[in-house]
């Protein structure tokens, strides 16, 4: 998964309701790097991060499982992370989540995929989805904050910034 060659990583993090010993309940899994501590918090442990922590697994330090039994459906829930320096960070929406909270609220919420009635056969068989499943795409996701810079400033690492002139 680190390598990044794991396709199906759907499967394995986010929260997945699951059935062990005849107890249902929810096993939670999110890739955490460098963290001391990601614990699952909501609204079944008054949104507490020392209740459920979770733990690293010892051949892939870097995800956090942890299940939760007896889960009540469509619990809200979010991750709560302590940074490398050991400080509390703002609380993080499952990014594997199926189903997320309505708005104003940005939880995410655990749902059963198995349950799930699909509508979404006529688009599949439609020849728009077909010319696209066919053709080539590529899906850039941008931060524009990010690129924001003030014009009279050299770019990093260009020819400009490190030539002797400037």
Known sequence: MGE???YDTYEKL?????TLEGITGVHFAV?????PRVSV????????GRVNPMRSLRHLRHLGTLRVPN???ASCYKYEI???QNNILPLKADPYGFRRSSVPNTGSVVARLDKHSWNDADWLQSTLFQKLARSTNSVYEVHLGSWRRIPEEPIAGSAIANSPTS
């Open 4 to 6: 990044g060659r794991h």
């Open 41 to 48: 918090v909501g609204d079944f442990n008054g949104w507490d």
């Open 82 to 84: 302590v940074g490398p």
């Open 71 to 73: 889960l009540p459906k």
């Open 14 to 18: 986010g929260a997945h309701v699951k």
């Open 31 to 35: 890739w955490a790097t460098q963290c």
